[in-house]
């Protein structure tokens, strides 16, 4: 049986159950169940604190779980991440008073507060900082108001947050985060899990991409090809107007109208944009 991790609470929590459950997997209805079970894919869901999946994981009691990649590096677990999952993004950055740093450097014997010590550490351990950690639960943009820290470590959006604190950014991000499919270190491959990775794939691109259909001269063909090669490349069938053809290609789903626009300009008509619920590829 396939046992999965699944954030119980979060910003991760309902991203990563849509995305189960677009792959065809079983998720709760009632946010107080903690254990679902998955007959028909003989598989067993266990919604945990996104910040214990990766213990769980590299512990070997399950076979995969859904966390945030700065989540799997603070925790120090034996787990590895094996799929991006395209949601969740962040990054993650120094802040302090105007003028009070302006490289990763300046922080050496300084208290830098933070909720992700073990990434931390590891961090300043490998550029030879000698800092203070002060690890905070939450509302670490307050530490330096308060004393308590020199510098902060956070995950960082506009940095409205972070200037309303009188702080500003300092030096490169740290990371850039996003959710992430974990194993154990060395779990040998499983089938189950090799088919949950093409599912979790298949609505990955279904997110990312449409399906464009139009049609066109057929001494036009080539150009309009160039717009859209697809994935592999463009499906082009004969029309009954034997001066017609008609095309069928993925195109980026971001990039839609501005494919429309010029296949317009190029002299396609009937352009038709269809959603892909998931795929193969």
């Not at 108001?145 to 030096?171: H, Y």
């Amino acid at each position: 049986m396939l046992r999965v991790a699944v954030p119980n609470k979060g910003s991760l929590a309902e991203p990563a159950s849509a995305m189960l459950r677009e792959s065809g997997y079983r998720q709760r209805l009632d946010t107080r169940d903690l254990v679902l079970h998955d007959p028909d894919n003989d598989a067993e869901f266990f919604f945990l604190r996104p910040r214990d999946i990766a213990t769980y994981v590299g512990s070997g009691e399950l076979d995969v779980g859904i966390t945030g990649r700065d989540l799997l590096l603070d925790s120090g677990a034996a787990a590895e991440e094996i799929l991006q999952l395209g949601f969740a993004e962040s990054t993650f950055r120094f802040a302090a008073r105007p003028g009070a740093a302006s490289s990763v450097t300046d922080f050496a014997g300084k208290r830098v507060a933070t909720s992700y010590s073990g990434l931390l550490a590891k961090y300043f351990a490998e550029r030879g900082v000698d800092a203070e950690l002060i690890r905070l639960d939450g509302a670490v943009e307050t530490a330096v108001r308060l004393g308590v820290a020199d510098v902060i470590a956070d995950v960082v959006s506009t940095g409205t947050t972070l200037r309303q604190a009188g702080l500003e950014i300092v030096g490169e991000p740290i990371l850039h985060s996003e959710a992430v499919l974990v194993r154990r270190v060395g779990a040998p491959r499983l089938p189950a899990v090799d088919q949950l990775v093409r599912r979790m794939q298949g609505v990955i691109i279904a997110r990312r991409y449409v399906l464009m259909d139009y049609d066109i001269r057929a001494e036009l063909v080539e150009p309009a090809v160039e717009l859209t090669p697809g994935i592999e490349s463009p499906t082009v069938s004969p029309l009954h107007d034997r001066g017609w053809v008609a095309v069928r290609a993925m195109v980026p789903r971001a990039e839609t109208n501005r494919i429309m626009d010029e296949l317009w300009e190029l002299g396609a008509r009937g352009i038709l944009v269809t959603d892909i619920h998931a795929c193969r590829l």
